[in-house]
């Protein structure tokens, strides 16, 4: 992606059903489950790059032994350097009592970060922090084992003052307004509160203290603890949770907005953001790996068992489809198809554009994740030149010469890779004026490869910003001098932010937003825009199920053609000589693509919680009374 866009995170979860002697005697190390956390976290890096954490919970322990084990990092490779200090730890021990290394109970026992259950996470810092604070996994911890939490999540709440107003309602002192933390301490004062009923209910039955301890474990009931700590969450969450005796959870929201994906056997239960990562670390088969269901959890009790429980009423399926546009793995079976179909759609209005003069045009991507709707891209106009030559060569009939037949069969998509993203330039100097000469190196160009006067198709994930387009690709591409340079962004207009755990907060940021603006500027309109503002504010004190989306009107008086055109004319830059066009895929054609993953509100305003209408009202707030702040 050329503009690129920041995910918020990833999770894995291993629980290891076998004990960790199993482990040695088939695998040849009691090390198994973090050697496969590992991997799990390395295949799911796309997801968060400025920090990783881990967590591992030993089961069944003697008091006064250390049973939890965490580390995090926001190092520049923070998964290398979390594995870095565990193997350190490990090595360490190790080499100090040389008795450990055949004796599973003995490592158990003194070694940390070995354990049965395991919680990995990835993230992106996003409102600018990236503190070692703000990376997960979290802890809460407690004397009492069953009352320690330690949660990880891929998740944002659009709601979080009212989730953490509530929590002071409780009596409670919440540390800070973060979501995770909020969510964190909603979910433990009702596990605090489970406990203590469970702890009076054995006390009861004529059970000590001690005794009471290993009923607790076995008789708390997860999904009941969640039912009550989710009630009021709004936003998009794949969240994970590890209990101290040894229980585990990971909830998905119930519009089914973020991915979680389970596999379970006789050795293992593995849980993570991504499919591919399970099959590829387990060697599993894709059928075999399951999608959590809207609003539903899986929940591993402390004796191995697993089973689905539903905590919320599932909503209508509203999955983020950016996942399988750009963050997710493109390697997943669906998803590839699904990127292909998406290069393979837009076709049209690349054939349109270049007035269907095949022969002169040359294809291209930007580098990487467009790679695969470049082919479908390709192999559409290949089946569409296929039809015309079949066309052409009827027409001629038996009377077609060697050299007519040739002539046709010779024309065929003109395929290169123009653009070569040069990943080891940094852009370091913060000044404006040092810097935009900087960014427009960032890529290179194929010399040779386009001829003077071809068109020049290029495709990309989306077109967020366009910053990047502007200030450095459309200037090297003119240097290969083609008549007209049409990008294409496999993904439609970006009008409007997330909320639920992508990092677009701001609608002036938006390449689609400043269009349509200039769109009002051009039609003295500008009036309308102000009713909007108006509007907007008259709803500031609503409650979040009866807000209005009216930003909707800021676009509704253009068409998509129209954006598209005025996007193409604020993206050239100054002295270029190509014409430059710029197409986005439309919105039904993004449906038929993917169609399980319908969560389009990036695209058009259509948000599948209350919550959304109010951040993208808020947003819009800010862009005209000129707060650069984020909308939550």
Not at 2 to 15: P, Q
Not at 350 to 378: C, H, Q, R, W
Not at 454 to 467: A, E, F, K, P, Y
């Amino acid at each position: 992606m050329s503009d690129a866009i920041k995910h918020e995170c990833g999770i894995s979860v291993i629980r290891l059903l076998k004990p960790l002697e199993y482990y040695k005697e088939k695998y040849g190390t009691a090390f198994y489950g973090v050697n496969k956390m590992y991997l799990m976290m390395e295949k799911q890096h796309n997801r968060g790059q400025d920090g990783a954490g881990f967590a591992s919970i030993k089961l069944d322990v003697k008091a006064g032994e250390r049973y939890m084990s965490r580390v995090r990092s926001c190092q520049q490779q923070p998964i290398q350097d979390i594995f870095a200090q565990i193997n350190d730890r490990i090595n360490t021990e190790m080499k100090e009592h040389p008795e450990y290394e055949h004796d599973v109970a003995l490592q158990k026992k003194h070694i940390p970060y070995i354990g049965e259950l395991l919680l990995g996470h990835v993230r992106y810092g996003t409102f600018g922090k990236n503190s070692i604070e703000s990376v997960h996994p979290f802890l809460r911890q407690n004397n009492w084992m069953h009352r320690n939490l330690i949660v990880a999540g891929n998740f944002n709440m659009t709601n979080v003052h009212e989730l953490f107003d509530n929590l002071v309602q409780l009596g409670q002192h919440p540390k800070e307004m973060a979501d995770t933390v909020t969510v964190m301490e909603k979910i433990g004062h009702f596990l605090d509160d489970a406990v203590a009923k469970l702890y009076k209910q054995i006390k009861k039955e004529g059970y000590t203290k001690q005794q009471a301890s290993p009923l607790i474990a076995e008789r708390l009931k997860v999904y009941k603890i969640l039912k009550r700590a989710a009630k009021n969450f709004d936003g998009g969450y794949a969240m994970a949770g590890l209990l101290g005796h040894g229980d585990a959870f990971v909830l998905r929201d119930p519009s089914g907005i973020r991915p979680a994906y389970y596999y379970r056997d006789d050795e293992v239960v593995v849980v993570a953001s991504e499919r591919p990562a399970i099959q590829t670390v387990f060697n599993v088969p894709y059928d075999e790996v399951k999608e959590l269901d809207p609003g539903a959890a899986i929940i591993i009790k402390k004796n191995g068992s697993s089973a689905i429980h539903q905590i919320q009423e599932p909503k209508e399926r509203k999955a983020c489809s950016f996942e399988r546009i750009y963050f997710s793995r493109g390697s997943d079976k669906e998803i590839y198809q699904e990127r292909k179909a998406l290069g393979k759609l837009v076709f049209p209005q690349i054939l349109e554009s270049i007035n269907e003069d095949i022969k002169n045009t040359v294809f291209s991507y930007i580098p990487n994740t467009a790679e695969t709707s470049f082919y479908g891209m390709v192999k559409e106009a290949q089946n569409y030149l296929n039809k015309k030559k079949e066309e052409q060569i009827l027409a001629l009939g038996t009377g077609i010469t060697g050299e007519q037949l040739h002539e046709i069969l010779e024309v065929r998509p003109r395929i290169e890779k123009v653009a070569i993203k040069d990943a080891k330039l940094r852009t370091f100097i913060t000044q404006d004026s040092s810097r935009d000469d900087l960014v427009a190196h960032v890529y290179d160009i194929s010399y040779g490869s386009v001829k003077k006067g071809d068109n020049l198709v290029i495709i990309d994930d989306s077109i967020v910003r366009g910053t990047t387009l502007k200030k450095s690709i459309l200037r090297i591409l003119d240097r290969l001098s083609p008549k007209k340079i049409i990008v294409v962004s496999s993904a439609p207009q970006i009008r409007y932010p997330d909320c639920y755990g992508i990092d677009m907060a701001k609608l002036e940021d938006f390449i689609a937003f400043r269009a349509a603006l200039a769109l009002h500027q051009d039609n003295n309109t500008m009036h309308v825009v102000e009713e909007i503002y108006k509007k907007c504010l008259t709803q500031v004190e609503s409650r979040d199920k009866d807000v209005i989306n009216y930003v909707k009107e800021f676009y509704a008086p253009f068409t998509a053609k129209e954006i598209s055109k005025k996007t193409g004319e604020l993206l050239s830059p100054e002295g270029i000589n190509a014409e430059v066009s710029i197409i986005y895929q439309t919105i039904s054609s993004l449906h038929e693509a993917c169609p399980k993953n319908l969560g389009d509100w990036y695209f058009t305003g259509n948000y599948p919680t209350p919550g959304g209408n109010r951040v993208v009202n808020r947003a819009f707030i800010n862009f005209y009374e000129g707060n650069n702040e984020r909308a939550y």
